[in-house]
């Protein structure tokens, strides 16, 4: 069984702040990790997976995540956000043909 | 870049009605799937479907739920009688390979169909 917790349901920061939301996770198979952006009114877009290899991962957009096997997380991370980054971002981890997602994050970046 | 696009965008309907949500998934995709999202909740695997039948579902897709490929390029969820509790936003989503392989196959996912049942 797999299962994704994402801590805060909402992280509000000011521009040009840099934020990490967080995420945790379980599995009892090979572990795939996603983060998934929904801007408003569209649909999930992929920003960064991790598959195997380096446990830092960069995505578009200039986030950047890092796996950490020991501590069971793959928190999200921008150096410097802007007001465009303003979505709700989902952690998934993946399995035969599946994604199991977590609640999501609010992330509202106000000027 | 191509998309999944879903119709409608907005749907209500009244309980114990039949409703299709439509879906044309990414042309050369091969694996198709259905998830949800319940207000406040997560988003939750419904069902993936692959070469005309379903490979695998999770428990919320009981007898009341259906999908189906009718042409070369829609993908389908019928609820048969709805019910207060299917209010939710419903998401299409395609990817090019499946199974173990589909991991490595990101899926593309339509921008949704919220459903209102009255």
């Known amino acids: 069984a797999q299962s994704v917790t994402q801590l805060d349901s909402q992280v509000p920061v000011f521009e040009e702040a840099p934020v990490e939301l967080r995420c945790n996770y379980s599995?009892?198979?090979?572990?795939?990790l996603f983060w998934y952006v929904q801007y408003p009114n569209q649909g999930l877009q992929l920003l960064l997976k991790y598959l195997s290899g380096s446990t830092l991962v960069k995505g578009i957009n200039g986030f950047e995540a890092e796996f950490n096997k020991s501590q069971t997380s793959f928190h999200l991370r921008k150096p410097s956000v802007h007001i465009s980054d303003t979505a709700e971002y989902f952690c998934a981890v993946g399995g035969y043909s599946t994604l199991t997602f977590g609640k999501g994050t609010m992330l509202l970046v106000s000027p | 870049e191509p998309e999944v696009t879903q119709t409608p965008s907005h749907q209500v309907t009244q309980m114990g009605q039949e409703v299709i949500l439509r879906c044309v998934p990414i042309s050369n995709h091969l694996y198709f799937y259905w998830y949800r999202q319940i207000l406040g909740q997560k988003v939750e695997f419904l069902v993936s479907?692959?070469?005309?039948?379903?490979?695998?579902k999770s428990e919320i897709f009981d007898d009341q739920f259906s999908v189906e490929r009718p042409d070369g390029s829609n993908f389908t969820l019928k609820i048969r009688s709805t019910k207060l509790e299917d209010s939710a936003m419903y998401f299409c989503?395609?990817?090019?390979?499946?199974?173990?392989?589909?991991?490595?196959?990101?899926?593309?996912f339509g921008n949704g169909t919220r459903l209102t049942v009255t």
């Open positions: 479907f692959y070469n005309n039948e379903i490979s695998e």
């Open positions: 599995s009892s198979v090979s572990v795939y």
């Open positions: 989503a395609s990817s090019r390979t499946g199974g173990e392989l589909g991991i490595y196959s990101p899926l593309h």
